[in-house]
């Protein structure tokens, strides 16, 4: 019931992008289509939970062990990047089809907050690693959840009549600005 | 000496890199709820953004092209650990209200945008003074949206009561749409200064970007080169 909790409110009510606002660049970059989202939005859910179980495991069986936890953004860092390489290869070798609807999306996930954010924060909570990986694929699905909805607006939008100079980024940095305000709807879902 | 005066002019002015080069922008919403957390996230970006400039143009002939990525990576993520610590000892306010956003300074597209594009190819000095540059501009960038949403938001700049009493705050602004809205209409304000000038000059130019990454000069962002290689195709 608390892993519930804890990936609901990854999701939804502390949404990454509409009230942490990490994973901005793909967020406004990748959304302008339904299926681009899509696909971006799965890429993101791979990577994400593999990153939060890496890295949980290495935080309780490496840094911890060792004492060594101040090294934690660098090590994070490194092991994302290389995480993400690995990920790219095993998937072109075991999976081509997958990797054709995935793999160009994920070298754009490595620089992402998204991912060192999601990592960082299973530290600070001191989330074992169950959690972690609960708390990684709920923040990957609330990713997921946004950038579609934003892509499907978008795409209702673009026939709109849009003053000007707000056509591009100001536009979309409205919507986003209106749907995190919808999102405030879920802040009394956990208590 | 003028080169270096050039740096600064760059960064704070002519390539900004909040209103112009619109890099960083997961941090500058995030942290603006008050001109403090402003001022505070953009020093710090400052202090990192010099430290590593620095260091990776006194090491730039040293590093492999092959590994020259992880190798920034780093550098930059053990100065935001160093500069983190630091904190943490003598400023703690400062460390709890910007949080998770001082590690997340290892990913800010500006500090590995301008170590690729700048200190990579150029000598320390410079590369110091860009670091500069590059740095109080985004601190005045982030300190004006921060004192813009905290008077409107709030009533209050640096916590001292400006707003007379009877203001109502709009409390929409120092909370996350807020923050969406604010950044939107600066840059819709740019959009239109850009257009206008070109009305002026009789240039058709259309103010519509790409994708919001493809305009982007920071040729390190991932976001950007897939939004170069999508245009093709769409």
């Given at each position: 019931?608390?892993?519930?909790?804890?990936?609901?409110?990854?999701?939804?009510?502390?949404?990454?992008?509409?009230?942490?606002?990490?994973?901005?660049?793909?967020?406004?970059?990748?959304?302008?289509?339904?299926?681009?989202?899509?696909?971006?939005?799965?890429?993101?859910?791979?990577?994400?939970?593999?990153?939060?179980?890496?890295?949980?495991?290495?935080?309780?069986?490496?840094?911890?062990?060792?004492?060594?936890?101040?090294?934690?953004?660098?090590?994070?860092?490194?092991?994302?990047?290389?995480?993400?390489?690995?990920?790219?290869?095993?998937?072109?070798?075991?999976?081509?089809?997958?990797?054709?609807?995935?793999?160009?999306?994920?070298?754009?996930?490595?620089?992402?907050?998204?991912?060192?954010?999601?990592?960082?924060?299973?530290?600070?909570?001191?989330?074992?690693?169950?959690?972690?990986?609960?708390?990684?694929?709920?923040?990957?699905?609330?990713?997921?959840?946004?950038?579609?909805?934003?892509?499907?607006?978008?795409?209702?939008?673009?026939?709109?009549?849009?003053?000007?100079?707000?056509?591009?980024?100001?536009?979309?940095?409205?919507?986003?600005?209106?749907?995190?305000?919808?999102?405030?709807?879920?802040?009394?879902?956990?208590? | 000496?003028?080169?270096?005066?050039?740096?600064?002019?760059?960064?704070?002015?002519?390539?900004?890199?909040?209103?112009?080069?619109?890099?960083?922008?997961?941090?500058?919403?995030?942290?603006?709820?008050?001109?403090?957390?402003?001022?505070g996230m953009g020093l710090t970006t400052t202090v990192i953004l010099i430290l590593s400039n620095m260091m990776i143009s006194a090491l730039r002939k040293v590093i492999p092209d092959k590994v020259r990525i992880p190798a920034y990576i780093v550098i930059v993520a053990s100065f935001v650990t160093i500069v983190q610590f630091l904190l943490q000892g003598?400023?703690?306010?400062?460390?709890?209200?910007?949080?998770?956003?001082?590690?997340?300074?290892?990913v800010n597209c500006i500090i590995l945008g301008r170590a690729e594009s700048y200190a990579s190819k150029n000598n320390v000095w410079l590369s110091m003074f860009d670091g500069i540059g590059m740095g109080l501009g985004f601190t005045i960038g982030l300190t004006s949206i921060g004192i813009f949403r905290e008077l409107f938001g709030n009533g209050t700049?640096?916590?001292?009561?400006?707003?007379?009493?009877?203001?109502?705050?709009?409390?929409?602004?120092?909370?996350?749409?807020?923050?969406?809205?604010?950044?939107?209409?600066?840059?819709?304000?740019?959009?239109?200064?850009?257009?206008?000038?070109?009305?002026?000059?009789?240039?058709?130019?259309?103010?519509?970007?790409?994708?919001?990454?493809?305009?982007?000069?920071?040729?390190?962002?991932?976001?950007?080169?897939?939004?170069?290689?999508?245009?093709?195709?769409?």
């Amino acid at each position: 019931m608390n892993l519930l909790l804890i990936a609901v409110g990854a999701a939804l009510v502390n949404n990454v992008v509409l009230s942490q606002f990490l994973g901005l660049c793909p967020f406004i970059g990748v959304s302008k289509k339904v299926d681009t989202a899509a696909g971006m939005g799965g890429a993101v859910i791979f990577v994400i939970t593999i990153a939060s179980a890496v890295t949980s495991l290495i935080y309780t069986f490496i840094l911890e062990k060792l004492d060594i936890t101040y090294l934690q953004t660098i090590v994070f860092i490194l092991v994302i990047a290389a995480l993400v390489q690995f990920v790219e290869m095993f998937l072109k070798k075991t999976m081509p089809s997958l990797y054709q609807a995935l793999g160009v999306y994920l070298p754009l996930i490595t620089t992402n907050c998204a991912v060192l954010g999601v990592a960082l924060i299973n530290v600070q909570k001191s989330y074992g690693f169950l959690s972690s990986v609960i708390n990684g694929f709920g923040t990957a699905v609330g990713f997921t959840i946004s950038i579609v909805i934003m892509a499907g607006i978008r795409e209702k939008i673009e026939y709109n009549d849009i003053p000007e100079s707000f056509k591009g980024t100001p536009i979309v940095l409205v919507t986003a600005g209106l749907m995190a305000m919808a999102f405030f709807g879920f802040s009394g879902l956990i208590k | 000496m003028s080169k270096a005066i050039e740096r600064l002019k760059c960064g704070i002015i002519t390539e900004n890199p909040t209103f112009v080069q619109m890099l960083g922008m997961c941090p500058t919403m995030a942290v603006t709820t008050s001109a403090v957390n402003g001022i505070g996230m953009g020093l710090t970006t400052t202090v990192i953004l010099i430290l590593s400039n620095m260091m990776i143009s006194a090491l730039r002939k040293v590093i492999p092209d092959k590994v020259r990525i992880p190798a920034y990576i780093v550098i930059v993520a053990s100065f935001v650990t160093i500069v983190q610590f630091l904190l943490q000892g003598f400023v703690p306010s400062l460390y709890d209200s910007l949080g998770i956003y001082i590690p997340l300074i290892v990913v800010n597209c500006i500090i590995l945008g301008r170590a690729e594009s700048y200190a990579s190819k150029n000598n320390v000095w410079l590369s110091m003074f860009d670091g500069i540059g590059m740095g109080l501009g985004f601190t005045i960038g982030l300190t004006s949206i921060g004192i813009f949403r905290e008077l409107f938001g709030n009533g209050t700049i640096f916590g001292f009561q400006i707003m007379p009493s009877q203001y109502e705050p709009v409390t929409i602004l120092i909370l996350a749409p807020g923050a969406f809205f604010v950044l939107a209409c600066l840059i819709a304000i740019q959009n239109k200064v850009r257009l206008n000038k070109a009305k002026k000059e009789g240039i058709p130019v259309s103010c519509e970007k790409e994708n919001g990454c493809a305009g982007c000069t920071n040729t390190l962002c991932s976001g950007r080169q897939f939004a170069e290689q999508n245009s093709e195709t769409k």
